[in-house]
């Protein structure tokens, strides 16, 4: 267990499992601060991301470049919400973008299938699992079909999604 503590500090940049992080105080207007911009940019963002992702989709790219956006995006507007750093931000912006991966795959949906029930995919349980799983399911698919060009692919977008979770709480804590 404390391999993996070590670990996580190391990739992190930051003691996530100190008592002492976790125990300063936190100024109620700047957390009404970075609530307000991370919901606001998770949503809008996320809709952003979801159309960019489309745009490159109509190219044959299908990298998720909509992604970096939105963790740059939420990153940049939650360390600019706050004036005294606290451990909690960082991870509510890991939240924001989690929020803000679900609003991407709506809107790439609403874009993908117009004349669908878009609705009807909000109701089934799975898409639920789809937003976040997305570059698993894609890795998976790749290695049925054997071919290459999907699985480098796939490999790729796998490594963007892991490098935006990082980016993103890495980005947030940098003012401190």
Same mark, same amino acid.
């Given at each position: 267990? +404390?391999?993996?503590?070590?670990?996580? @500090?190391?990739?992190?940049?930051?003691? !996530?499992?100190?008592?002492?992080?976790? =125990?300063?105080? #936190?100024?109620?207007?700047?957390? =009404?601060? !970075?609530?307000?911009?991370?919901?606001? !940019?998770?949503?809008?963002?996320? *809709?952003?991301?979801?159309? !960019?992702?489309?745009?490159? +989709?109509?190219?044959?790219?299908?990298?998720? *470049?909509?992604?970096?956006?939105?963790?740059?995006? *939420?990153?940049?507007?939650?360390?600019?919400?706050? %004036?005294?750093?606290?451990?909690?931000?960082?991870?509510? $912006?890991?939240?924001?973008?989690? #929020?803000?991966?679900?609003?991407?795959?709506?809107?790439?949906?609403?874009?993908?299938?117009?004349?669908?029930?878009?609705?009807?995919?909000?109701?089934?349980?799975?898409?639920?699992?789809?937003?976040?799983?997305?570059?698993?399911?894609?890795?998976?698919? $790749?290695? =049925?079909?054997? @071919? *290459?060009?999907?699985?480098?692919?796939? #490999?790729?977008?796998? #490594?963007?999604?892991?490098?935006?979770?990082?980016? %993103?709480?890495?980005? %947030?804590?940098?003012?401190?």
């Amino acid at each position: 267990m +404390q391999n993996i503590e070590n670990n996580i @500090n190391i990739l992190l940049g930051d003691n !996530v499992f100190s008592k002492y992080n976790w =125990k300063q105080t #936190i100024y109620k207007d700047d957390l =009404k601060n !970075v609530i307000l911009n991370g919901l606001l !940019v998770a949503i809008l963002g996320g *809709i952003l991301a979801g159309l !960019v992702d489309y745009a490159f +989709q109509l190219l044959n790219l299908v990298i998720s *470049i909509g992604l970096l956006l939105l963790c740059y995006l *939420i990153a940049f507007r939650v360390k600019k919400a706050y %004036t005294s750093y606290h451990i909690l931000y960082p991870v509510l $912006a890991i939240v924001f973008l989690i #929020i803000g991966l679900f609003f991407k795959q709506v809107s790439y949906y609403f874009c993908l299938m117009p004349d669908v029930k878009t609705f009807s995919l909000l109701i089934d349980g799975g898409f639920y699992l789809s937003f976040i799983l997305s570059p698993f399911q894609y890795l998976i698919s $790749a290695f =049925k079909s054997f @071919n *290459i060009y999907t699985l480098l692919i796939g #490999i790729i977008d796998l #490594i963007i999604y892991i490098l935006a979770f990082i980016y %993103t709480y890495r980005f %947030t804590k940098g003012r401190n």
